[in-house]
């Protein structure tokens, strides 16, 4: 089963930036696309950006121009680069690969790092 884990998340005040890393333990079959979700207290998780394998990305409109997400498929790992920090900001970011395997969908998750934006 493949891991995901994350990495670099942390306190940054407003206007700051700030760049996390979800690694996979190996390459994933069937992978569609690698991407981010987050969840603010009392809040549903909700999809931050993705990436898919030809290369398009989506962003969720809140960090549109702000959020940047990238691939390296060499070393199975996705990034996403944080700018203009917002306080609404604030959540666990949560990474995400999507796979698909005998016409099944299937969700894997890392187990999530906390930013904060805060002063």
């Known amino acids: 089963q493949v891991q995901l884990v994350e990495s670099g998340g942390g306190l940054v005040q407003p206007g700051g930036s700030l760049r996390v890393s979800c690694a996979a333990s190996?390459?994933?079959?069937?992978?569609?696309?690698m991407g981010w979700h987050r969840q603010a207290p009392e809040k549903q998780r909700e999809l931050v950006a993705v990436a898919f394998n030809n290369g398009a990305t989506t962003y969720a409109d809140s960090v549109k121009g702000r959020f940047a997400i990238s691939r390296d498929n060499a070393k199975n790992t996705v990034y996403l680069q944080m700018n203009s920090l917002k306080p609404e900001d604030t959540a666990v970011y949560y990474c995400?690969?999507?796979?698909?395997?005998?016409?099944?969908?299937?969700?894997?998750w890392g187990q999530g790092t906390q930013v904060t934006v805060s002063s």
């Open positions: 190996g390459s994933i079959p069937g992978l569609i696309y």
């Open positions: 995400n690969a999507r796979r698909m395997r005998l016409g099944k969908y299937y969700d894997e």
